[in-house]
C-alpha cells in the first residue's frame, strides 16, 4: 500500500447510526488531516493533527469525532448525522514544517438518509 | 468578500489550446501558492507550488503569481484530453506551529475536447 488509504469510499447511513471513516497513510507524515467537500463551496478544513496532537476547527459539530492512535491512522466518527452532511470526506497527510504540501486519499462519499 | 475567489466554470477547451486558470485573493499576508488538480472520484494532488511572486514553470504547466494585484494564474500549454479535472487554487500565511491552513477557492472544472 502506498500514498493515503481511506475506508469506506461510498457510505450511506441513516441518521441514527453510528459509523466510523478510516485514513491510513504510508507516507511517513507526521500531520492528517480531514477535510469536507460539498458541491458549490470550497474545502472545508474539519480537524488537523500534528504529532497527534489535535487542532480542532471550531465550527465542526460534536456528532464529527476524530480520533488519532498514531501518526499513520487517522478516524472519523460519525453519530446521529443530518443529511447536510452529506459529501465527500477526504484525509490529507502532510510533513510537518508547514509547506502546505498535502497529499490526499480519494476520499469516502457519504449519504445521509 | 471571501478570501479566495476562483471561477467555477465549467471552462471546455478544443485539444491543443492554452488553458488560462486563475483565482484572485484578498489577504495580503498570503505568501505560499498552490494548484490542486482533482479528477472525478480522485482526491486532489498537488500540481505546483509557488512561494511568494513570480514564474514557476512544469513541463505545459506554468504558475503566475502577482502579489501586487493579488491575483494567480495557471496556464495549461498545448491541452491534452486528460488535463480533464477540476483544478483548485489553494493559499496560506505561515501559521504558528507546524500546520498551514490553507484557503482554497472553489475549484474551475475544466474538459479539454479531443
Known amino acids: 500500500e502506498t500514498g493515503v488509504t481511506q475506508t469506506p469510499r461510498h457510505l450511506v447511513m441513516g441518521m441514527t447510526n453510528k459509523k466510523s471513516l478510516k485514513c491510513e497513510q504510508h507516507?511517513?507524515?507526521?500531520?492528517m488531516y480531514w477535510y469536507k467537500q460539498s458541491a458549490k463551496k470550497p474545502l472545508e478544513l474539519m480537524f488537523v493533527y500534528s504529532l497527534e496532537e489535535r487542532v480542532e476547527n471550531n465550527s465542526v459539530p460534536s456528532r464529527f469525532s476524530p480520533e488519532c492512535p498514531n501518526s499513520s491512522h487517522l478516524f472519523l466518527h460519525l453519530h446521529t448525522l443530518q443529511p447536510e452532511d452529506s459529501a465527500l470526506y477526504l484525509c490529507a497527510s502532510s510533513q510537518g514544517g508547514g509547506t502546505g504540501e498535502l497529499f490526499f486519499g480519494e476520499g469516502s462519499r457519504l449519504t445521509v438518509l | 468578500q471571501k478570501e479566495v475567489e476562483q471561477d467555477p466554470g465549467p471552462l471546455s477547451v478544443p485539444e491543443g489550446a492554452i488553458v488560462s486558470l486563475n483565482c484572485t485573493y484578498s489577504n495580503s499576508a498570503f505568501q505560499y501558492f498552490m494548484w490542486y488538480r482533482q479528477y472525478s472520484r480522485k482526491g486532489p494532488e498537488l500540481l505546483m507550488y509557488t512561494y511568494s511572486s513570480g514564474n514557476k514553470e512544469d513541463g505545459r504547466f506554468t504558475a503566475q503569481v502577482d502579489k501586487s494585484s493579488k491575483y494567480i494564474s495557471l496556464f495549461i500549454r498545448d491541452s491534452q484530453p486528460s488535463d480533464s479535472a477540476t483544478y483548485l487554487c489553494a493559499m496560506s500565511a505561515l501559521n504558528a506551529g507546524n500546520n498551514r491552513k490553507l484557503i482554497w477557492g472553489l475549484g474551475t472544472s475544466l474538459a479539454v475536447n479531443p
Open positions: 507516507l511517513g507524515h507526521n500531520a
